[in-house]
């Protein structure tokens, strides 16, 4: 079979499985919005003792409903994961990529376990409810960039050339902890707006100001000025490596950072002056994920060299994943 031909399916697969867990992701944001986090009570696996509750609340459907959509989605890394061992050869980037995306699937899951069985959900305020949802959505963006990354091998991306002392390597490592860092923030300042609702902007910036208001609320505030720093970051690198590469992959992702960034930080300015209802918490969630992707992206074809054939693979010869060569298996 035509290798590219095989190549291609398999990344078609990837991209569907990252499809699909950007979905997963949206629904758990409302599991958290809307207070149902204990909505199968401190079981896990079991919900409140059953495998199917009987006669359940709306709260138990909305957090059943993730528990079963996110158990899809760790059959289809498991699936991917399997995929990549039989259509590519030994210590071949997609398969990393995609073990990658197993063990990030699997912590996954087990921090969501650890939010309910230490009962961290519904209207727990405390510290550590807080770091265990700001390394949530830190493993979640962890995921979907290793699996973004396995669709981009899949469809011939090249292997990362990391050297320290290379301005790329540095600049990308540091706009990628830092997107971390306030992925991380932003957990906290979601958590703070779902348990401490204010009434009107004015009241929310009092409250932000306040020593007395309580620390997730106080700490809410540090998320719009690590997005000014993390935005400056991201656009300074991809403005690095665009003046460096003639690569189009490290161009269109570069616009389509160009793009979401400034539009992120606008959805961003809106939640705070709506305060952030849940269809715009959504829209935040899904762009934040966006600009991760392109940044992953763009980061990988910057630092990526021509793929070297390996056993088993014949001159897949990709300067950009976007142009696929056609050869024999
Ligand atoms: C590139 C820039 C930004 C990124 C990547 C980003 C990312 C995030 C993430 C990942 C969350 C957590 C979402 C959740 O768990 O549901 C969040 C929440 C939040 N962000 Fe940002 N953010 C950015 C800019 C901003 C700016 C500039 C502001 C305000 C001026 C802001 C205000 C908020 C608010 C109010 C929340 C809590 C409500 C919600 O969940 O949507 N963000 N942000």
Not at 126 to 132: K, L, Q
Not at 282 to 299: G, P, Q, Y
């Given at each position: 079979?035509?290798?590219?031909?095989?190549?291609?399916r398999?990344?078609?697969?990837?991209?569907g499985?990252?499809?699909y867990?950007?979905?997963?992701?949206v629904?758990?944001?409302?599991?958290?919005a809307?207070g149902?986090?204990?909505?199968?009570g401190?079981?896990?696996?079991?919900c409140?003792g059953d495998?199917?509750p009987r006669d359940p609340?709306?709260k138990?459907?909305i957090?059943l409903?993730?528990r079963l959509t996110s158990?899809?989605?760790?059959l289809?890394?498991?699936t991917?994961f399997?995929?990549?061992?039989?259509a590519?050869p030994r210590h071949?980037r997609?398969?990393?990529?995609?073990?990658?995306?197993?063990?990030?699937?699997?912590?996954?899951?087990?921090v969501?376990a650890?939010?309910?069985?230490?009962?961290?959900?519904?209207?727990?305020?405390?510290?550590?409810?807080?770091?265990?949802m700001a390394?949530h959505?830190?493993?979640?963006?962890?995921l979907?960039g290793?699996?973004?990354?396995?669709?981009?091998?899949g469809l011939g991306?090249g292997?990362?050339?990391?050297?320290?002392?290379?301005?790329?390597t540095l600049?990308?490592?540091?706009s990628?902890l830092?997107?971390l860092i306030?992925?991380a923030?932003?957990?906290?300042?979601?958590?703070?707006?779902?348990?401490?609702?204010s009434a009107?902007?004015a009241?929310?910036l009092?409250?932000?100001l306040?020593?007395?208001s309580?620390?997730l609320?106080?700490?809410r505030?540090?998320?719009p000025l690590?997005?000014v720093f993390?935005?400056?970051?991201?656009?300074t690198?991809a403005?690095?490596a665009c003046?460096?590469?003639?690569?189009t992959a490290?161009k269109?992702?570069?616009?389509?950072?160009?793009?979401?960034?400034?539009v992120?930080?606008?959805?961003?300015a809106?939640?705070v002056?709506?305060?952030?209802?849940?269809w715009?918490q959504?829209?935040?969630?899904l762009l934040?994920d966006f600009?991760?992707?392109?940044?992953?992206?763009?980061?990988?074809s910057a630092?990526?060299?021509p793929?070297?054939?390996t056993?088993?693979?014949?001159?897949?010869?990709a300067?950009d994943?976007?142009?696929?060569?056609l050869?024999?298996?």
């Amino acid at each position: 079979m035509i290798y590219a031909v095989k190549s291609s399916r398999f990344a078609f697969f990837s991209w569907g499985v990252l499809a699909y867990t950007l979905a997963v992701i949206v629904w758990g944001a409302y599991v958290r919005a809307s207070g149902s986090g204990a909505g199968c009570g401190s079981h896990w696996p079991l919900c409140n003792g059953d495998v199917i509750p009987r006669d359940p609340q709306l709260k138990t459907v909305i957090e059943l409903t993730h528990r079963l959509t996110s158990g899809v989605a760790l059959l289809l890394v498991i699936t991917l994961f399997a995929w990549a061992w039989r259509a590519f050869p030994r210590h071949h980037r997609v398969r990393r990529g995609a073990a990658l995306s197993l063990l990030f699937m699997v912590t996954e899951a087990l921090v969501g376990a650890g939010l309910v069985l230490f009962e961290l959900v519904a209207d727990n305020a405390s510290m550590a409810r807080a770091m265990f949802m700001a390394v949530h959505l830190m493993n979640t963006f962890l995921l979907i960039g290793s699996i973004s990354l396995t669709a981009w091998w899949g469809l011939g991306g090249g292997s990362l050339r990391l050297r320290l002392n290379d301005g790329m390597t540095l600049l990308a490592g540091v706009s990628l902890l830092a997107m971390l860092i306030l992925a991380a923030s932003g957990a906290v300042a979601a958590l703070g707006d779902t348990l401490y609702p204010s009434a009107s902007l004015a009241e929310a910036l009092k409250q932000d100001l306040s020593p007395t208001s309580h620390l997730l609320i106080q700490l809410r505030v540090l998320h719009p000025l690590l997005a000014v720093f993390a935005s400056f970051l991201v656009i300074t690198t991809a403005v690095y490596a665009c003046q460096s590469t003639q690569s189009t992959a490290v161009k269109r992702w570069s616009v389509a950072l160009f793009v979401l960034v400034p539009v992120q930080m606008g959805v961003g300015a809106l939640n705070v002056t709506l305060l952030a209802p849940i269809w715009l918490q959504f829209v935040h969630l899904l762009l934040a994920d966006f600009v991760w992707i392109a940044l992953v992206l763009m980061s990988a074809s910057a630092l990526s060299q021509p793929a070297k054939a390996t056993t088993g693979e014949r001159a897949i010869t990709a300067p950009d994943a976007s142009t696929l060569s056609l050869s024999r298996e």
